[in-house]
């Protein structure tokens, strides 16, 4: 089956540790995104990847950084600068000229 | 003024009615323009994309004014699975398949 995977499904982390969040796709689609949900609030884009070794800062990408070495990977690093990162995060990702994203299951970063 | 502003609800209908949500978007160049679903815990899931005709799937309608930069889903015979968020999203009218979201409608239908 194709598809978006995320890994892990929920995680903890201390205070000041970096982490690491999985995102893995086998639907051949050239951008990925991160995005960052908070309870009520809208989706908010942290970093984006059009093709493989490139990638752009979204709205909100202080404290986070990416890399983008393989066409079906795209992991988000949550440092120690990030000052809230408790959050669900959520991959996603595009096809060609298709504007519809489509989403992993997402990761539940708890920061204790 | 927010890119894409909703109705935060929540809507509690009963079984069988019919719901209206609406959605705002302040960037005139948006060429897409869509609604997903999301579940409790759960990611967005594509519901519709919204076209200038406007467009139909099954208990589904969605009407886009660009006129007014408006955009709605209409849910008729409402079902108990309904219950959800729903999502107003428009792109960003640059960077291809960068979009705006807004924070969602609450849907919940009760039987």
């Known amino acids: 089956d194709g598809g978006i995977t995320q890994s892990p499904k929920y995680l903890f982390r201390k205070e000041g540790q970096n982490v690491t969040l999985s995102c893995e796709q086998n639907?051949?689609?050239?951008?990925m995104y991160w995005y960052r949900q908070d309870p009520g609030q809208g989706l908010r884009l942290i970093y984006y990847?059009?093709?493989?070794?490139?990638?752009q800062k979204g709205d909100i990408a202080e404290g986070y950084s990416v890399s983008r070495e393989k066409k079906e990977s795209f992991p988000l690093t949550v440092t120690s600068a990030q000052k809230n990162p408790t959050a669900f995060y959520l991959c996603?990702?595009?096809?060609?000229?298709?504007?519809?994203?489509?989403f992993g299951p997402g990761t539940r970063l708890t920061v204790l | 003024r927010k890119e894409v502003e909703q109705d935060p609800g929540p809507f509690n209908v009963p079984e069988g009615a019919t719901v209206a949500f609406n959605c705002t978007y302040s960037?005139?160049?948006?060429?897409?323009f869509f609604w997903y679903r999301q579940d409790c815990r759960k990611e967005p899931k594509l519901l519709m994309s919204?076209?200038?005709s406007g467009n139909e799937d099954g208990r589904f309608t969605a009407q886009l004014n660009r006129a007014s930069q408006y955009i709605s889903l209409l849910i008729r015979d409402s079902k108990l699975s309904d219950s959800a968020t729903y999502l107003c999203?428009?792109?960003?009218?640059?960077?291809?398949?960068?979009?705006?979201f807004g924070r969602g409608t609450q849907l919940t239908v009760w039987p």
């Open positions: 996603a990702s595009i096809a060609g000229e298709a504007d519809t994203q489509y």
């Open positions: 639907l051949n689609h050239d951008a």
């Open positions: 990847s059009q093709i493989v070794n490139d990638f």
């Open positions: 960037n005139s160049a948006s060429q897409s």
């Open positions: 919204v076209y200038s």
């Open positions: 999203v428009v792109d960003r009218g640059s960077t291809l398949g960068r979009l705006y």
